[in-house]
């Protein structure tokens, strides 16, 4: 088990979310920091909201994600879970 920012879960969970979820979202980063094709994998997308949608209290720690931003009701699943994630594309 792994304490500290990420909760208790156990070590397996935690690879399986830094292998899928962080690494996508930082995908997301590096694409808009160096003005490349933001554009994420659907499937990608759809599992990482699955994953951390029901972590949304814990990923809120220090050091984790910020602040939720407003997702708009016609955004799509690639928006709204950057929004989640506290991004603004």
């Not at 930082?26 to 909201?49: G, S, Y």
């Not at 972590?55 to 602040?67: H, K, V």
Request: charged share 25%; glycine share 4%.
């Amino acid at each position: 088990m792994l304490g500290d920012d990420f909760g208790n879960m156990p070590f397996a969970a935690f690879v399986n979310r830094m292998a899928c979820a962080d690494t996508l979202i930082h995908t997301w980063d590096f694409a808009r920091a160096t003005r490349q094709n933001e554009r994420l994998d659907a499937e990608a997308v759809r599992l990482a909201t699955e994953m951390l949608a029901p972590e949304d209290s814990d990923i809120r720690l220090p050091n984790a994600y910020g602040p939720k931003v407003a997702a708009a009701n016609s955004a799509d699943d690639q928006t709204r879970l950057l929004n989640f994630l506290g991004r603004n594309p």
